[in-house]
């Protein structure tokens, strides 16, 4: 991934504005490459950065950092040989269980995925599966509730990266296990929607393991010259395909060996 930056600071100040307004008011704007159609994904970057320099300055606190696009299909579909990434703070946290207000989301979609806590910093290029396994403290189950602020939910790679890998909410739950007393790649999980089967997998589809999309997020940092704090939650992308979800409905995770994570909508 090449880091060229080609947008001016009045430009990516001017975008990020645009992205955090749709963000915090839940309102669709068009894709920003339709305005900018030279913009590279280093230029995502530098609007994403700006836009967490924001919500700190604002007094959110960064819990960590997820990957998007993490299975091959969804890179095939995006034309893309590379994950996108995205920050988490902690008002995008919810609690397991908990009722889930709407209102504040434009096209909400709930995704499985396993959540790895750090104990050991880490640093790329050239980070590994292996190096990710090193410093993970546990692992638990986690459901993210992606956002896409675009019109109509279109967007390409730029534009995505801009508006956070489309982070809105995640709720992590269930049982936290040390990586080393589970077989990852095979770890089952079924998504239900309001008692009904919506989606299945198993975790292989996240990069064959999901530390290895930690390892490709973790060198993707060193490019943006950051490095992963120990401590952090990472989320290493969905299992299974986004659901659509909306006021009324209920959604229960249920991963195999980590127990299961629910929560419910409301306007």
């Known amino acids: 991934m090449s880091m060229d930056i080609t947008l001016s600071r ?10 955090e307004g749709a963000q915090t008011r839940a309102y669709a704007i068009p894709k920003l490459t339709d305005e900018f159609p030279a913009m590279t994904i280093a230029d995502g970057y530098a609007v994403q950065l700006e836009l967490r320099r924001r919500f700190l300055a604002a007094g959110h606190k960064q819990v960590g950092w997820k990957a998007g696009l993490t299975s091959r299909a969804k890179m095939k579909q995006m034309g893309v040989d590379v994950p996108s990434i995205g920050f988490l703070t902690d ?13 504040d989301l434009v096209h909400p979609r709930v995704e499985c995925e396993v959540a790895f806590v750090t104990r050991k910093a880490l640093q790329g290029p050239g980070c590994t599966r292996q190096d990710v396994l090193d410093a993970t403290d546990y692992v638990l189950p986690a459901v993210e509730i992606i956002d896409s602020r675009f019109s109509g939910f279109k967007f390409d790679l730029p534009s995505v990266v801009a508006d956070n890998g489309s982070s809105a909410r995640f709720v992590g739950g269930g049982r936290p296990r040390y990586v080393e007393d589970l077989d990852l790649p095979t770890l089952g999980v079924v998504m239900e929607k309001n008692g009904e089967i919506v989606a299945g997998a198993a975790a292989a589809a996240v990069l064959g393991h999901p530390a290895e999309a930690i390892a490709m997020l973790v060198n993707i940092l060193a490019e943006l010259g950051e490095g992963l704090p120990a401590g952090s939650f990472v989320m290493s992308g969905g299992i299974t395909e986004a659901i659509p979800v909306k006021a009324g409905d209920s959604v229960i995770a249920r991963f195999q060996e980590l127990g299961s994570v629910s929560m419910r909508f409301v306007e």
Do not use: F, Q, Y
């Not at 009045?10 to 992205?19: G, S, T």
């Not at 008002?91 to 207000?101: D, F, G, K, L, V």
């Open 91 to 103: 008002r995008m946290a919810r609690p397991e269980n908990s009722a889930i207000s709407t209102h």
């Open 10 to 19: 009045e430009d990516i100040v001017r975008l990020c504005e645009r992205v």
